[in-house]
């Protein structure tokens, strides 16, 4: 391999790397993001969603809604997916996902990717996620259930 290459070579492997890591949705993410969206979105206050992290039959999604936002734990089941859990910080947690009903396994593999998928975000996004404050079960029909 020439000087010439090598560098053409780094120089391309460089710009991939610094390029947005944009992909398309998944059919699960795609799903998780339209039901969220369905549920939450307002002409006067737009719903983003983003990360979506998928394993198995679980998933957590962060989300933003004007300076807010927070987490939602989701579950597949055979009518599609179902919010469980709405909550903040303690989301980013195996133990708590745990806590929602889904496998250790499935908590670990959920919050190792979580971690990577928020690294991959703005700092003053990710800080949204920490302004849902507690833990908000939710209905079948992703309500809050009443108290």
Known sequence: MTLLTRRLTLCAALA???????SADTAEQ???RQLLRHNFDKPEARLTVDPIVVQGAHAVAGWTQGERGGRAVLRR???GWQ???CGGEGLRQAQALADTGMPAAD???LAKALAAAEARL??????????????????????????
Do not use: N
């Not at 991939?16 to 944009?22: I, N």
């Not at 302004?131 to 939710?138: K, Q, S, V, W």
């Open 107 to 109: 908590a670990q593999a």
């Open 77 to 79: 089941d055979g009518k």
């Open 16 to 22: 991939l790397a610094a390029a947005p890591a944009w």
């Open 83 to 85: 919010i469980i859990v």
């Open 30 to 32: 795609a799903a998780i």
């Open 122 to 147: 703005p700092a003053s996004h990710r800080a949204k996620f920490a302004t849902f404050e507690g833990l908000m079960r939710m209905d079948a029909h992703g309500g809050h259930p009443a108290h």
